[in-house]
């Protein structure tokens, strides 16, 4: 009888042992599901924002370019214009510019032309100004 109730405590032990793990098991891999859900429901919402934020940016560029797309005609036609009166004034400026060089060297009066005159206050009137040759030199004595 001893032979038999040690196998039936055997076999109860052995039931215990493996409800228990079972038990634990079965709870360790809920809680891994229920992470796994949580993590998998994150990612989707992770995806759904990067998918919103690219459409964002697609659609701020496209509407950027389409905003800017008259100003870089005026910018293109500003820059044609600029080309164009370069070329034209600079030309005029070329055949113009011998006889307004003569002309400067023909009405130019030298007895209307004077040194610089020094405004700079002077303590005596004696006294020598900044445009004088020895200005700021000390006389060795």
Known sequence: MSWLMGF???MLGFIAGLSFYHWTINKKNHQEN???QRLTEQLDG???EYAAYQNDIDVHFYEMQRLLEPLKQCFAEIE????????ALSQRT???KPTLIAQTLITTDTESLHPPKDYAPKKTPNERGT???NFG???DE
Do not use: G, P, V, Y
């Open 8 to 10: 039936i405590l055997l």
């Open 131 to 133: 445009l004088s040759e």
């Open 34 to 36: 229920q992470t796994r």
């Open 46 to 48: 992770i995806h759904k």
């Open 137 to 139: 030199l000390k006389e």
């Open 80 to 87: 044609q214009r600029m080309a164009f009166d370069t070329k």
């Open 94 to 96: 070329l055949i113009n």
